[in-house]
């Protein structure tokens, strides 16, 4: 059984940082990454890694945030630096097991001054 456990979130101001982490478990996961939505607007991909390595980022968090993986734990870590009013969602951990996608129950990262 696939369980997932993300921490992280939380109240910054704009330009500050905030860490998100995502501890998988029960399976061989192939991509790791986050996703986030904001209200009103449809879940969106912010960055994944494959089981290579191979990082993948949208356009609005190039630059700004770092997605890293920990293959001897099983985990997914998303670094955002300099964040905006627009980051401001609710984020959720997703993984990978062949075609079948999982998520976690998501984390809320308010960006507010």
């Known amino acids: 059984q696939v369980q997932l456990v993300e921490s992280g979130g939380g109240l910054v101001q704009p330009g500050g940082s905030l860490r998100l982490s995502c501890a998988a478990s029960?399976?061989?996961?192939?991509?790791m990454g986050w996703y986030r939505q904001a209200p009103g607007k449809q879940r969106e991909l912010v960055a994944d890694i494959s089981r290579g390595g191979i990082t993948n980022y949208a356009d609005f968090v190039k630059g700004r945030f770092t997605i890293s993986r920990d293959f001897t734990k099983n985990t997914v870590t998303l670094q955002m630096n300099r964040l905006a009013f627009e980051d401001t969602a609710v984020y959720y951990c997703?993984?990978?097991?062949?075609?079948?996608?999982?998520w976690g129950q998501g984390t809320q990262v308010t960006v507010s001054s």
């Open positions: 997703n993984v990978q097991v062949i075609a079948t996608r999982y």
């Open positions: 029960g399976s061989i996961f192939s991509t």
